[in-house]
């Protein structure tokens, strides 16, 4: 999966015009669109991370390729910048400072073994017993956690099923495409 930094640009414009259009729906669309015949029409899924004067203040994403990636970044960056059960929602006073960044999502690969998560190329997403959890491949990295760390967090704090629970969970890796409005701050 390739995006150009016009693709990039447009579903940055789309993540900050839905958060934008929620606060003050008088705001109208502008910038550039993503065509219907172009990268923005795969299926695929997205995480949008926002964050304001460096603190993370929302994150929220689907693996969900049923719904075409604009879908997902309009409907992912209104429910991380209103929805993140961790935080309160985006406040008007914060859009001048609001940086997003997108994670665009390949397909998740099953694995058998922990060697086969390449640490900062490889998020992951387990589940086991209806509990489910997953961290970006950049996490691992900002983190500086070994694999264990990486799976044992993921476990204890985001599926809930303890720090060895990844031992007995269907385990996933994917990749993602990650970039934020710091990348093009035109677009800011």
């Not at 990039?8 to 065509?35: E, F, V, W």
């Not at 209104?78 to 390949?106: A, G, M």
Request: hydrophobic content about 35%; glycine content about 6%; some cysteine.
């Amino acid at each position: 999966m390739m995006l150009s930094d016009d693709h990039k640009r447009s579903l940055l414009c789309m993540a900050r015009q839905a958060i934008y259009r929620h606060l003050d729906p008088t705001i109208l669309n502008k910038g550039p669109d993503i065509g219907t015949d172009d990268a923005g029409q795969i299926k695929c899924g997205v995480f949008v991370s926002l964050y304001v004067e460096g603190r993370l203040r929302g994150c929220i994403g689907t693996f969900s390729e049923a719904n075409i990636l604009t879908d997902n970044v309009k409907n992912m960056a209104l429910s991380s910048s209103t929805s993140d059960s961790r935080f309160s929602p985006i406040q008007p006073s914060e859009l001048d400072s609001l940086k997003i960044e997108l994670s665009v999502l390949s397909p998740r690969k099953q694995i058998s073994d922990k060697n086969e998560i390449i640490l900062g190329r490889h998020g992951i997403y387990m589940e086991k017993d209806n509990r489910r959890g997953t961290f970006l491949p950049q996490v691992a990295t900002e983190q500086n956690w070994s694999i264990d760390e990486f799976l044992g967090n993921c476990a204890r704090h985001k599926a809930k099923i303890g720090w060895n629970g990844w031992k007995e969970a269907k385990l996933y890796t994917y990749e993602a495409i990650v970039f934020s409005s710091d990348d093009f701050p035109e677009e800011n």
